[in-house]
Protein backbone atom coordinates (compact mmCIF):
# COMPACT_ATOMS: atom_id res chain seq x y z
CA UNK A 1 0.00 0.00 0.00
CA UNK A 2 2.74 2.26 0.94
CA UNK A 3 4.72 2.05 -2.51
CA UNK A 4 1.03 2.24 -3.86
CA UNK A 5 0.85 5.90 -2.50
CA UNK A 6 3.86 7.03 -3.02
CA UNK A 7 3.71 5.76 -6.94
CA UNK A 8 0.43 7.41 -7.07
CA UNK A 9 1.99 10.81 -5.88
CA UNK A 10 2.40 13.47 -8.32
CA UNK A 11 5.02 16.58 -8.61
CA UNK A 12 4.97 19.80 -10.15
CA UNK A 13 8.02 19.75 -12.04
CA UNK A 14 8.60 23.63 -12.42
CA UNK A 15 8.09 23.79 -8.71
CA UNK A 16 8.61 20.52 -7.74
CA UNK A 17 5.91 20.54 -5.15
CA UNK A 18 3.33 17.66 -4.87
CA UNK A 19 0.10 18.42 -6.05
CA UNK A 20 -2.84 17.53 -3.51
CA UNK A 21 -5.32 16.24 -5.72
CA UNK A 22 -7.94 18.41 -6.20
CA UNK A 23 -9.12 19.79 -9.49
CA UNK A 24 -11.39 22.29 -10.80
CA UNK A 25 -12.20 22.59 -14.43
CA UNK A 26 -8.53 21.25 -14.95
CA UNK A 27 -6.79 23.53 -13.15
CA UNK A 28 -4.90 21.62 -10.15
CA UNK A 29 -3.97 22.72 -6.47
CA UNK A 30 -0.18 22.29 -5.40
CA UNK A 31 0.50 21.40 -1.76
CA UNK A 32 2.49 24.71 -1.49
CA UNK A 33 4.09 25.07 2.12
CA UNK A 34 3.21 28.35 3.60
CA UNK A 35 6.62 30.63 4.20
CA UNK A 36 8.71 30.33 7.26
CA UNK A 37 8.35 33.84 8.36
CA UNK A 38 4.77 33.86 8.55
CA UNK A 39 4.72 30.64 10.94
CA UNK A 40 6.93 32.14 13.07
CA UNK A 41 4.97 35.20 13.08
CA UNK A 42 1.48 33.30 13.40
CA UNK A 43 3.11 31.11 16.44
CA UNK A 44 4.23 34.10 17.92
CA UNK A 45 0.86 35.67 17.56
CA UNK A 46 -0.59 32.62 19.75
CA UNK A 47 2.27 33.19 22.45
CA UNK A 48 1.18 37.07 22.33
CA UNK A 49 -2.34 35.86 23.06
CA UNK A 50 -1.79 33.82 25.94
CA UNK A 51 0.67 36.13 27.85
CA UNK A 52 -2.11 38.92 27.08
CA UNK A 53 -4.86 36.81 28.42
CA UNK A 54 -3.03 36.20 31.52
CA UNK A 55 -1.76 39.17 32.04
CA UNK A 56 -4.50 41.69 31.35
CA UNK A 57 -9.02 41.73 31.41
CA UNK A 58 -9.85 39.09 28.74
CA UNK A 59 -12.51 36.79 29.48
CA UNK A 60 -15.96 37.90 30.00
CA UNK A 61 -17.50 35.64 32.98
CA UNK A 62 -21.18 35.92 34.29
CA UNK A 63 -20.72 38.78 36.59
CA UNK A 64 -17.78 40.50 36.01
CA UNK A 65 -14.27 39.58 33.53
CA UNK A 66 -11.39 37.63 34.51
CA UNK A 67 -9.17 40.27 35.76
CA UNK A 68 -5.55 39.62 34.83
CA UNK A 69 -2.72 39.43 37.38
CA UNK A 70 -1.18 42.70 36.54
CA UNK A 71 -4.99 43.94 37.67
CA UNK A 72 -4.80 46.80 35.10
CA UNK A 73 -8.33 48.14 34.00
CA UNK A 74 -9.22 50.88 30.89
CA UNK A 75 -11.55 52.55 34.28
CA UNK A 76 -8.94 52.42 36.20
CA UNK A 77 -6.53 54.25 33.92
CA UNK A 78 -9.73 56.87 33.15
CA UNK A 79 -9.93 57.24 37.12
CA UNK A 80 -5.88 58.11 37.31
CA UNK A 81 -6.56 60.57 34.41
CA UNK A 82 -9.83 62.12 36.06
CA UNK A 83 -7.31 62.24 39.23
CA UNK A 84 -4.54 63.76 37.72
CA UNK A 85 -6.77 66.31 35.89
CA UNK A 86 -8.45 66.96 39.17
CA UNK A 87 -5.15 67.62 41.22
CA UNK A 88 -3.85 70.08 38.50
CA UNK A 89 -7.02 72.03 38.47
CA UNK A 90 -7.31 72.04 42.57
CA UNK A 91 -5.36 75.19 42.66
CA UNK A 92 -7.45 77.54 40.27
CA UNK A 93 -10.43 75.65 41.70
CA UNK A 94 -9.54 77.23 45.03
CA UNK A 95 -8.86 80.16 44.18
CA UNK A 96 -12.07 80.82 42.36
CA UNK A 97 -14.10 79.39 45.39
CA UNK A 98 -12.48 82.24 47.61
CA UNK A 99 -13.71 85.13 45.25
CA UNK A 100 -16.97 86.42 45.43
CA UNK A 101 -18.94 85.52 41.98
CA UNK A 102 -19.90 89.49 41.65
CA UNK A 103 -16.15 90.20 42.15
CA UNK A 104 -15.15 87.79 39.61
CA UNK A 105 -14.75 90.38 36.91
CA UNK A 106 -12.13 92.27 39.32
CA UNK A 107 -9.49 89.20 38.51
CA UNK A 108 -9.33 89.09 34.43
CA UNK A 109 -7.20 85.80 35.22
CA UNK A 110 -9.27 84.67 37.13
CA UNK A 111 -12.91 85.58 34.71
CA UNK A 112 -10.95 83.80 32.10
CA UNK A 113 -10.38 80.70 34.06
CA UNK A 114 -14.02 80.35 34.99
CA UNK A 115 -15.05 81.16 31.93
CA UNK A 116 -13.00 78.26 30.42
CA UNK A 117 -14.16 75.90 32.70
CA UNK A 118 -17.49 77.35 32.49
CA UNK A 119 -17.98 76.45 28.92
CA UNK A 120 -16.67 72.73 29.23
CA UNK A 121 -19.33 72.39 31.69
CA UNK A 122 -21.78 73.85 29.42
CA UNK A 123 -21.08 71.69 27.10
CA UNK A 124 -21.92 68.47 29.23
CA UNK A 125 -25.00 70.16 31.47
CA UNK A 126 -27.01 72.77 29.30
CA UNK A 127 -26.11 72.32 25.34
CA UNK A 128 -29.01 69.82 25.18
CA UNK A 129 -31.58 73.03 25.43
CA UNK A 130 -29.52 76.11 24.80
CA UNK A 131 -27.61 74.32 21.71
CA UNK A 132 -23.84 74.24 21.06
CA UNK A 133 -23.55 78.29 20.72
CA UNK A 134 -26.17 79.08 23.23
CA UNK A 135 -28.38 80.39 20.96
CA UNK A 136 -31.31 78.72 22.44
CA UNK A 137 -34.55 78.03 20.16
CA UNK A 138 -37.78 78.58 20.50
CA UNK A 139 -39.00 78.13 23.96
CA UNK A 140 -35.48 77.87 25.26
CA UNK A 141 -33.69 81.55 25.62
CA UNK A 142 -30.93 82.38 23.45
CA UNK A 143 -27.85 83.34 26.44
CA UNK A 144 -25.96 85.41 24.13
CA UNK A 145 -28.59 88.47 23.87
CA UNK A 146 -28.78 91.12 26.18
CA UNK A 147 -32.34 90.60 27.10
CA UNK A 148 -32.77 89.01 30.98
CA UNK A 149 -35.70 88.44 32.40
CA UNK A 150 -34.34 87.92 36.04
CA UNK A 151 -31.44 90.21 35.74
CA UNK A 152 -27.88 89.71 33.18
CA UNK A 153 -25.15 90.05 36.01
CA UNK A 154 -22.83 87.54 37.25
CA UNK A 155 -24.95 87.47 41.22
CA UNK A 156 -27.98 86.81 39.25
CA UNK A 157 -26.85 84.03 36.85
CA UNK A 158 -25.37 82.43 39.50
CA UNK A 159 -28.73 82.32 41.17
CA UNK A 160 -30.73 80.82 38.42
CA UNK A 161 -28.13 78.27 38.18
CA UNK A 162 -28.81 77.14 41.96
CA UNK A 163 -32.54 77.14 41.92
CA UNK A 164 -33.83 76.94 38.25
CA UNK A 165 -36.87 78.49 37.17
CA UNK A 166 -40.33 77.02 38.41
CA UNK A 167 -38.04 73.97 39.25
CA UNK A 168 -39.84 72.05 41.75
CA UNK A 169 -37.04 71.22 43.45
CA UNK A 170 -36.18 74.61 45.04
CA UNK A 171 -38.43 76.83 46.71
CA UNK A 172 -36.34 79.79 45.71
CA UNK A 173 -36.56 78.95 42.28
CA UNK A 174 -36.96 81.93 39.96
CA UNK A 175 -40.78 82.01 39.53
CA UNK A 176 -43.78 83.65 37.27
CA UNK A 177 -47.20 82.76 35.93
CA UNK A 178 -48.79 84.69 33.05
CA UNK A 179 -52.37 84.20 33.60
CA UNK A 180 -54.49 81.95 30.29
CA UNK A 181 -56.49 85.13 28.98
CA UNK A 182 -58.12 82.89 26.05
CA UNK A 183 -58.58 79.78 28.42
CA UNK A 184 -59.35 80.93 31.39
CA UNK A 185 -62.02 83.17 29.58
CA UNK A 186 -60.23 86.55 30.84
CA UNK A 187 -60.09 88.09 27.39
CA UNK A 188 -62.26 87.23 24.14
CA UNK A 189 -60.63 86.29 21.23
CA UNK A 190 -61.08 89.65 19.63
CA UNK A 191 -59.82 91.45 22.64
CA UNK A 192 -56.70 88.65 22.19
CA UNK A 193 -56.03 90.10 18.74
CA UNK A 194 -56.36 93.48 19.64
CA UNK A 195 -53.93 93.31 22.34
CA UNK A 196 -51.52 91.64 19.76
CA UNK A 197 -51.90 94.52 17.58
CA UNK A 198 -50.60 96.62 19.66
CA UNK A 199 -47.86 94.59 21.03
CA UNK A 200 -46.29 94.01 18.10
CA UNK A 201 -46.38 97.99 17.50
CA UNK A 202 -44.38 98.50 20.95
CA UNK A 203 -41.56 97.47 18.97
CA UNK A 204 -41.94 98.62 15.71
CA UNK A 205 -43.11 95.38 14.02
CA UNK A 206 -46.57 96.64 13.18
CA UNK A 207 -48.36 100.40 12.19
CA UNK A 208 -50.73 102.33 14.46
CA UNK A 209 -53.96 100.92 14.05
CA UNK A 210 -57.93 101.32 15.35
CA UNK A 211 -56.99 97.49 16.37
CA UNK A 212 -53.75 98.20 18.62
CA UNK A 213 -55.72 101.42 20.18
CA UNK A 214 -58.36 99.14 21.41
CA UNK A 215 -55.54 96.33 22.48
CA UNK A 216 -53.96 99.23 24.35
CA UNK A 217 -56.55 100.12 25.97
CA UNK A 218 -56.69 96.58 27.07
CA UNK A 219 -52.92 96.27 27.64
CA UNK A 220 -52.93 98.40 30.30
CA UNK A 221 -55.81 97.53 32.04
CA UNK A 222 -54.49 93.31 31.86
CA UNK A 223 -51.23 93.52 31.26
CA UNK A 224 -49.01 96.55 32.48
CA UNK A 225 -48.80 95.40 35.72
CA UNK A 226 -46.15 93.08 34.67
CA UNK A 227 -45.29 93.95 31.53
CA UNK A 228 -45.23 97.96 32.10
CA UNK A 229 -47.11 100.60 30.51
CA UNK A 230 -44.32 100.83 27.75
CA UNK A 231 -44.31 97.06 27.29
CA UNK A 232 -40.59 96.72 28.72
CA UNK A 233 -41.12 94.60 31.26
CA UNK A 234 -40.46 93.95 35.32
CA UNK A 235 -37.89 92.25 36.45
CA UNK A 236 -39.24 91.40 40.02
CA UNK A 237 -42.25 89.62 38.20
CA UNK A 238 -39.73 88.18 35.85
CA UNK A 239 -42.31 89.43 32.69
CA UNK A 240 -40.04 89.85 29.47
CA UNK A 241 -39.55 92.88 27.41
CA UNK A 242 -42.12 93.20 24.62
CA UNK A 243 -40.59 95.93 23.18
CA UNK A 244 -37.23 94.78 21.98
CA UNK A 245 -38.14 92.27 19.44
CA UNK A 246 -37.02 89.00 21.16
CA UNK A 247 -39.04 86.50 21.70
CA UNK A 248 -39.38 83.12 23.80
CA UNK A 249 -41.97 81.48 21.92
CA UNK A 250 -41.52 82.85 17.93
CA UNK A 251 -42.23 86.19 17.13
CA UNK A 252 -45.01 85.18 14.90
CA UNK A 253 -48.46 86.98 15.61
CA UNK A 254 -50.35 83.50 15.63
CA UNK A 255 -47.61 82.82 18.47
CA UNK A 256 -47.89 86.01 20.41
CA UNK A 257 -51.55 85.50 20.01
CA UNK A 258 -51.12 81.76 21.11
CA UNK A 259 -49.17 82.61 24.27
CA UNK A 260 -51.07 85.19 25.47
CA UNK A 261 -54.65 82.68 25.23
CA UNK A 262 -52.76 79.56 26.87
CA UNK A 263 -49.09 80.76 28.08
CA UNK A 264 -46.59 78.02 27.88
CA UNK A 265 -44.51 78.11 31.21
CA UNK A 266 -40.64 76.48 30.53
CA UNK A 267 -38.61 75.07 33.73
CA UNK A 268 -35.38 75.03 34.12
CA UNK A 269 -33.84 72.74 36.71
CA UNK A 270 -31.80 73.97 39.38
CA UNK A 271 -28.39 73.10 39.69
CA UNK A 272 -27.19 73.16 43.05
CA UNK A 273 -28.03 69.04 43.90
CA UNK A 274 -25.99 68.52 40.76
CA UNK A 275 -23.29 70.73 40.13
CA UNK A 276 -20.47 71.77 42.67
CA UNK A 277 -20.44 75.61 43.74
CA UNK A 278 -17.29 76.24 41.56
CA UNK A 279 -18.84 74.48 38.67
CA UNK A 280 -22.01 76.83 38.97
CA UNK A 281 -20.23 80.00 39.33
CA UNK A 282 -17.41 78.85 36.35
CA UNK A 283 -21.26 77.98 34.51
CA UNK A 284 -22.27 81.70 35.52
CA UNK A 285 -19.21 83.63 34.05
CA UNK A 286 -19.88 81.76 30.44
CA UNK A 287 -22.83 82.73 30.41
CA UNK A 288 -22.17 85.88 31.95
CA UNK A 289 -19.43 86.33 28.81
CA UNK A 290 -21.65 85.04 25.87
CA UNK A 291 -22.61 88.75 24.88
CA UNK A 292 -25.04 90.08 27.17
CA UNK A 293 -23.99 89.68 30.71
CA UNK A 294 -24.83 93.16 32.72
CA UNK A 295 -22.14 94.57 34.81
CA UNK A 296 -24.22 95.28 38.09
CA UNK A 297 -28.01 94.13 39.06
CA UNK A 298 -30.20 96.84 37.42
CA UNK A 299 -33.75 97.40 38.82
CA UNK A 300 -34.14 94.80 41.02
CA UNK A 301 -35.09 94.68 44.68
CA UNK A 302 -33.56 91.80 46.75
CA UNK A 303 -36.00 89.08 46.70
CA UNK A 304 -35.44 85.76 48.26
CA UNK A 305 -32.89 84.14 46.50
CA UNK A 306 -31.19 87.50 45.40
CA UNK A 307 -31.43 89.75 42.44
CA UNK A 308 -32.94 88.27 39.67
CA UNK A 309 -30.70 85.79 36.96
CA UNK A 310 -30.44 84.91 33.42
CA UNK A 311 -33.62 84.51 31.12
Same mark, same amino acid.
Given at each position: ?????????????????????????????????????????????????????????????????????????????????????????????????????????????????? #????????????????????????????????????????????????????????????????????????????? #????????????????????????????????????????????????????????????????????????????????????????????????????????????????????????
Amino acid at each position: MANKHQDAKRVDEPTGTEFVGHEWDGIEELDTPMPRWWLWSYYACIVWGIVYVILYPAWPLVEKGTEGVLGWTSRGQLAEAVEAAQLERAPVLAALSEIPTEQLTEYPERMRQA #ISGGEAAFKVNCVQCHGAGAAGSIGYPNLNDDDWLWGGDLKAIEVTLQHGIRWDGSDQTRTSQMPAFGRDGILTREQ #ITEVTSHILTLSGAEDVSPASLRGAELFEANCAVCHASNGTGLREFGAPNLADKIWLYGDKRSQIEGQIWAPQNGVMPGWQERLDPVTIKMLAAYVHSRGGGEAAPVGVSEPAPAEGASE
